[in-house]
């Protein structure tokens, strides 16, 4: 235990450490969370008493292919994301009920499975508590299961979207692919509970208006793909943890998009396939400006993240932003792996900025980006400088 003392806001001699000592629970350490005074001690307090970083944590910082490959299962209460967890690793370990809110906490844990190709991989897996919508959660605990639900996305390579077969698509579901958008991973969209379908299809009547299987699962996925977005060549599979039905099929998908995620797409390519596709489809005008890209390079993986120097970054519309990354996706075959554009425009004079202050930011501008003749680069992206995430 460590003694702090806030709202330390004055120099020494003004708080009274000495009756803090008195409390018997060793050295205080005076803070104020308003000024920041301390920060640094109370810092290095915490750091010294969580001791060193496990050797296991420090080398996963970076994934390698021996790496076991992390992915979570989210979705609406009830949908079956335990009841797929548990098939896949083959026990009964994480508790299955008709009750929604059956999962609390997102539970991790370890498998191998063996891949088409033969080959066997390693699998870290999280199980992750149902997400309601944040105005639905009645406790704290709904409240924290949620909190961990999203941690687990951003802690996993690919996100399998869990929807039931028989509810159809709802809103709820659209935002919780939203959640997996924002950190840009790829998404296995997954539609459970396939057996309760063909079951109704072949000896209850179907689902009116329906006229068969078939013609349910084609509405299913126009109903999908038309009310939630998903970065082109999401693999979609419906499947049934009750039978077992095309389990396997989402590994697979997995492995193969994990695989796509460590590409390295080369500048020359990327900036030809750039101009081909503002050529083919040139953006939108706003304003009576038209957004306009210099040069492209790719700085960093999971997510693809590619560095664009423009015009005015503000000019690129949502949707030629989906253009250009449905392009690339297309022409590098990245299905289903979400494209990051990281926009550096050209620096525009401050009203009232001096003459000089503007011509050293230009100058600035210029060292930063290269110059804006892209078209004529091809084939001399080793002379340029690639940067990381880390940059
Ligand atoms: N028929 C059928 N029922 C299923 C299938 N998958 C799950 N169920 C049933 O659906 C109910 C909910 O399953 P769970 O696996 O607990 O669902 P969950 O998504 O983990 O639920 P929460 O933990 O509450 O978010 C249980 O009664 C399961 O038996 C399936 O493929 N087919
Ligand atoms: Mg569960």
Known sequence: MRLVINKADFDDTKVDLAAAFRLGLGEPLP??????????????????????????????????????????FI????????????RLLQSDRLIVSPTPGTTRDSVELPFDFRGRDGNLYPFRLIDT????????LATPVEYFSRLRSLDAIRKTDVVFLVLDGVDGVTQQDKAIAGEAIKERKPIVVVVNKWDLVRQAFKSDGGFAPYKNERDYREKYEHA?????????????IFV???????????????????????????????NKVLGYLTERTPPPSVGG????????TQTGNRPFRIKLFCNREEQLTESYRRY?????????????????????????????????????????????APAPKWRSREGTEENLHHETIED
């Open 240 to 270: 049934s943890a009750m039978s077992g039905y095309e389990v396997d099929r989402m590994l697979n998908s997995a492995v193969k998009l994990n695989r796509m995620l460590d590409l390295k797409l080369t500048t020359a390519r990327l």
């Open 289 to 296: 400006k038209r957004f306009r890209i210099y040069y492209a």
């Open 324 to 368: 250009l990354e449905a392009g690339l996706v297309d022409e590098f075959g990245l299905n289903g792996c979400p494209v990051y554009f990281d926009l550096v425009g050209k620096e525009k004079p401050e009203p009232g900025m001096s003459f000089t202050a503007l011509r050293e930011s230009q100058e600035k501008a210029r060292r930063v």
């Open 31 to 72: 803070v104020s969370a308003e000024h920041g005074t301390g920060e640094t001690e109370l810092r290095n307090a915490i750091l010294a008493a969580l001791g060193p970083l496990p050797a296991e944590a420090a080398a996963s910082a970076t994934k390698t292919a021996a790496d076991p490959l992390c992915v979570c």
């Open 75 to 86: 979705g609406r209460p009830n949908v079956g994301k335990s009841s797929l967890s548990n």
């Open 224 to 236: 999908l793909f038309e009310r939630l977005y998903f970065t082109p060549g999401a693999p979609l």
């Open 129 to 136: 508590a149902g997400l309601k919508a944040a105005t639905k």
